[in-house]
């Protein structure tokens, strides 16, 4: 079917490649910087997991799961992790978890600043809203062309793309929580003689944190979703086995890989979602001693 | 005197007219030719209020909103002025100008003599940290952080060191009562405890002045009287300036020494309760009188008055001294204390006489009249309504310890409602 306007052609394809092919070209220290930082989180965080002995990482995982959630949610933990050890998938795991660890670690160092931004300046929360709109819309297949472009192949570029695609949670949702503090609230640290730093860190903060945290949370799993995306870069990981999998038709092998991806993924929703203040219902009270001394059976002492 | 029935817990007036209210020297807080508007293009407003412009035609020329219109008192130290209006009369944004929530349009406040309209950012956070604190209406706690550090915040804003400023926090809340629930978190505690906790951070910085906006409105109306009554406690043992925001005129009433009445973002009338209520200002004054309940405003001890005869139960005075004592006065009926001033019945004329004839060891016990009960004197008035006019004895009305502090007779309590019409 023609459309009424063939005949005009506007080339936005074009101007992409032109702006991309500008920033190469002149924004490379820049790139070069970036891609450091994102590597330095990467690499290392993979070499510490690949190095920490399985058992080990189980029973802290077990430990952390137990605390912060409940027993029964430490025996899942434990059950599943041992799975992926049987499905000799324990190395490409580790690499999945370093990679959405480092995505979250560098898209929260981005992002909640710019959120606090948003959330002081009525100007930059008009400017940002539309580009997270973007960012969140467009196929995160997208994110991969520029991210080969200006970094090549490899799990940093892969991490990269991974920010980008995982950061609007974070930024949405700590303008919302600041946004969101009551105006009496504020208006009490105020009245009180915060000063503008104060009233940040001492009132707006601490009261955003349930949304911070569910935003951090947020950012967290569509780091794990893009991570496995990611693979067709070579990030390499869990996503890796999928595209193997999808490559050879082996049904077994990208099932095995794609549980793999669901057991990382509810590990670490409950456990970050277990982080999460709820004032309220006292959990801010829960800290690692408390949790000893009932684990323990003695009387919990007032401080 | 319509003032006569003020319930008056503490004899704080300050003596002076209130009329001509003069800027005087000694003044804590002067507010002169304060003017408040909110919008575009507040200066062009500005000018429009000055030529005499409504407030009306104002809005519907420049969209400009006045909120505060021309204020102009001065608030004494040591005294609870009182802020009335309804609700968008503007009493909140004048309040709030005292420490600079808002910025004033135009005009003074001067606090102990300096104007706080011309400090300098970091003078006033000096100003709010030390010499003024606030109370609000929904509490305003930190969820997040415990009774003792609500209670220190103000405190841990000015950097005092940890230690000390939990203790100081801490006889905050001594102070309020909440000794106890100093590692609470504000969840856990009933709204008149939360509003206590705000109390005690706003006392914890030992401030001059204390701002209270409708600081006890979300409270239900027993707690709120209890709260009342802590605060006035609260200022008999420290005299702090209170400007406290009501729209409640049962509340300014009791806890006022001075009222300041708003209209429309003006200051329509400054003065004591009983001025006001006897000689309001204009029209819209005189309706907030209106609504007014005086039966649930008082309470029982508020208007009994200690003119019956009492009879000093105790060993070797019977019953016939007694009836003497009745007799010389001219009394019908008697209230019977013994030595610590507690209460134990009601003797009348006849009952003592018929007691006499009977004889025996007990006859106090039987000279009393049946039925006499006695009401602890915070019971609210619209519950002893019914007693008092069934009794044919004034009720006696007693402390927490059982003493006897004086009785309701019928004609008092007549007097007392007919000053609600």
């Known amino acids: 079917m023609a459309f009424f306007l063939d005949d005009v052609e506007i080339p936005i394809g074009r101007y992409v490649e032109d702006v991309v092919d500008w920033i190469r070209n002149n924004l490379e220290p820049a790139l070069d910087g970036f891609a450091g930082v994102v590597g330095f989180f990467t690499n290392n965080f993979e070499d510490f997991l690949l190095w920490v002995p399985a058992e080990v990482f189980i029973i802290a995982i077990a430990l952390l799961s137990f605390w912060r959630v409940g027993w029964k949610f430490g025996v899942f933990a434990v059950v599943a992790l041992l799975l992926v050890g049987v499905m000799d998938l324990w190395a490409p795991t580790m690499s999945t978890l370093a990679l959405v660890l480092a995505a979250s670690v560098v898209a929260l160092i981005i992002g909640l600043p710019i959120g606090v931004a948003m959330s002081r300046n009525d100007v930059v929360a008009q400017v940002v809203r539309p580009v997270l709109d973007f960012m969140q819309t467009m196929p995160p297949f997208v994110y991969l062309i520029p991210a080969v472009i200006f970094f090549g192949l490899g799990k940093v570029p892969g991490t990269i793309a991974t920010v980008v695609f995982a950061m609007p949670p974070a930024v949405r949702l700590t303008n919302l929580g600041i946004r969101q503090v009551s105006a009496e609230n504020v208006e009490a640290g105020r009245a009180f003689g915060c000063t503008d730093r104060q009233l940040l860190y001492k009132v707006q903060l601490p009261l955003a944190l349930p949304n911070i945290m569910a935003g951090i949370n947020q950012t967290i799993m569509l780091s794990l979703s893009m991570v496995v995306i990611a693979s067709m870069i070579g990030a390499g990981g869990l996503g890796n086995v999928v595209l193997t999998g999808i490559q050879r038709l082996n049904v077994g092998l990208g099932f095995e890989g794609g549980l793999g991806v669901v057991i990382l993924a509810i590990l670490l929703d409950r456990i970050t979602q277990s982080f999460a203040p709820t004032y309220g219902s006292g959990s801010q009270r829960r800290s690692p001693l408390d949790f000893l001394k009932r684990w323990a059976g003695k009387p919990q002492q007032e401080a | ?421």
Do not use: C
Not at chain 2, 223 to 230: A, L
Not at chain 2, 260 to 286: D, F, L, W
């Open chain 2, 1 to 421: 005197m319509p003032g006569d029935f003020l319930p008056r817990t503490v004899p704080l007036r300050v003596e002076a007219s209130s009329k001509g209210e003069s800027m005087s020297e000694d003044a804590k807080l002067v507010v002169e030719n304060l003017y408040k508007i909110f919008g575009p293009s507040p200066k062009r407003a500005l000018e429009m209020v000055e030529q005499g412009y409504h407030k009306d035609d104002i809005l519907k020329e420049t969209g400009n909103t006045v909120g505060v219109q021309d204020a102009n008192f001065a608030i004494r130290p040591g005294e609870i002025f009182v802020v009335m209006g309804l609700s968008g009369s503007g009493k909140s944004t004048l309040v709030r100008m005292f420490n600079r929530l808002i910025d004033p349009t135009s005009g003074t406040v001067k606090v102990d003599g300096r104007d706080i309209t011309k400090m300098s950012k970091k003078e006033l956070i000096n100003m709010r940290r030390n010499d003024m604190s606030m109370v609000f209406q929904s509490f305003a706690l930190m969820p997040h952080k415990t009774v003792l550090d609500n209670a220190a915040f103000g405190l841990e804003v000015s950097s005092v060191p940890r230690e000390q400023r939990h203790k100081r926090a801490a006889a905050a809340l001594e102070s309020v009562g909440l000794g106890a629930w100093l590692n609470s978190y504000p969840h856990e505690l009933s709204g008149g405890m939360k509003q206590r906790v705000g109390l005690a951070r706003a006392l914890a910085t030992d401030p001059g002045i204390m701002l209270m906006d409708e600081a006890f409105s979300a409270l239900d109306p027993l707690i709120r009287t209890e709260m009342q009554d802590e605060l006035i406690a609260l200022q008999k043992k420290d005299q702090r300036t209170v400007v406290f925001i009501s729209h409640d005129l049962d509340e300014a009433m009791r806890i006022g020494d001075r009222i300041a009445m708003m209209e429309g973002g003006r200051v329509v009338q400054v003065g004591t309760p009983e001025e006001i209520v006897s000689n309001p200002a204009n029209e819209y004054v005189k309706s907030f009188f209106y609504g007014v309940d005086v039966s649930q405003v008082f309470v029982a001890g508020d208007i009994a008055t200690n003119k019956q005869v009492t009879v000093i139960q105790r060993p070797g005075v019977d019953t016939n001294a007694a009836l003497a004592r009745l007799r010389e006065h001219d009394r019908e009926y008697g209230m019977v204390v013994d030595r610590d001033g507690k209460y134990h019945g009601i003797v009348s004329a006849s009952s003592l006489a018929k007691a006499a004839e009977s004889g025996g060891e007990d006859r106090w016990k039987s000279a009393f009249e049946p039925d006499a009960e006695a009401v602890p004197r915070d019971k609210p008035l619209n519950e002893v309504l019914g007693m008092v006019a069934e009794a044919r004895w004034p009720v006696p009305v007693v402390d927490e310890e059982g003493r006897y502090i004086g009785s309701i007779s019928k004609t008092a309590l007549l007097q007392t409602l007919d000053k609600a019409g």
